[in-house]
């Protein structure tokens, strides 16, 4: 399997199948290189590895993106832990560590958003 076959793989099985449908029937030839990239380094090297968990690889994840503001990516990955065994625990300890090491209000807004999202996924 090559690098792209194994990301693809590990990004359905970590974002799932609808999501990633529907994000490869908005692909254009015009982004096409790009998703490939993203498939491949992002999916097919650093999530395929197996050198930590998938659980940690989620709570890293998260607490990068919270760290550098990149909020609109959070609720995408914040549904991925129903799939990589992170749990709202889990979620929250990382954005601990954020309001720490990377500032409170980036981890506040952060905590918004997962407690929304989480919310969203129990259906309240």
Do not use: C
Request: negative net charge.
């Amino acid at each position: 399997m090559d690098r792209y076959e194994k990301g693809e793989a590990r990004r359905r099985q970590v974002l799932g199948d609808a999501h990633v449908d529907a994000s490869q029937a908005r692909q254009t030839a015009l982004d096409e290189p790009f998703q490939t990239l993203v498939t491949e380094g992002a999916w097919g090297t650093v999530w395929a590895s197996d050198a930590i968990s998938l659980r940690e690889r989620s709570m890293i994840t998260l607490a990068l993106l919270a760290a550098t503001k990149n909020f609109h990516e959070m609720p995408m990955h914040i549904r991925a832990t129903a799939n990589t065994g992170a749990s709202e625990r889990d979620v929250m300890e990382a954005l601990q560590h954020v309001a720490i090491y990377a500032g409170v209000p980036a981890a506040n807004h952060a905590v918004k958003i997962a407690k929304e999202v989480f919310a969203e996924m129990r259906g309240e």
